[in-house]
């Protein structure tokens, strides 16, 4: 995977990989927990359009990292997004998907995530 490259481009320890991989998917467990109240407050369809900005503002972070805390700070930004969409994705599918068709739908979002 990509870490070969981020040990060697940050000269990461394997403490500082570890942080980095378990950033990601801590954020992402947190963030799946509050989703579901923002999905019952703000609605599905923002919850998913605001987890894409997240995604591109995680995304931003990694691209332009120029050292290890901002590394982890777009992992977890990243992560959030990954947990809010992660929850809010197949309920939206399922709401706006016709009877016929749901089951599918979020069968396929499924087997794709």
Do not use: H
Not at 4 to 33: D, G, H, I, M, N
Not at 40 to 51: H, Q, V
Not at 79 to 89: C, K
């Amino acid at each position: 995977g990509a870490m070969l490259p981020l040990k060697r481009a940050f000269a990461l320890t394997p403490t500082q990989q570890e942080v980095v991989v378990s950033s990601t998917v801590l954020a992402a467990f947190f963030a799946s927990a509050v989703a579901g109240p923002l999905n019952n407050k703000y609605g599905r369809r923002p919850c998913c359009l605001w987890s894409a900005r997240i995604f591109v503002v995680g995304s931003l972070l990694l691209g332009l990292a120029w050292d290890y805390p901002t590394l982890v700070l777009g992992r977890v930004v990243v992560g959030i997004g990954i947990g809010v969409a992660s929850l809010t994705t197949p309920i939206y599918i399922a709401e706006m998907a016709a009877p016929e068709m749901r089951g599918t739908l979020v069968t396929v979002n499924t087997f794709l995530v």
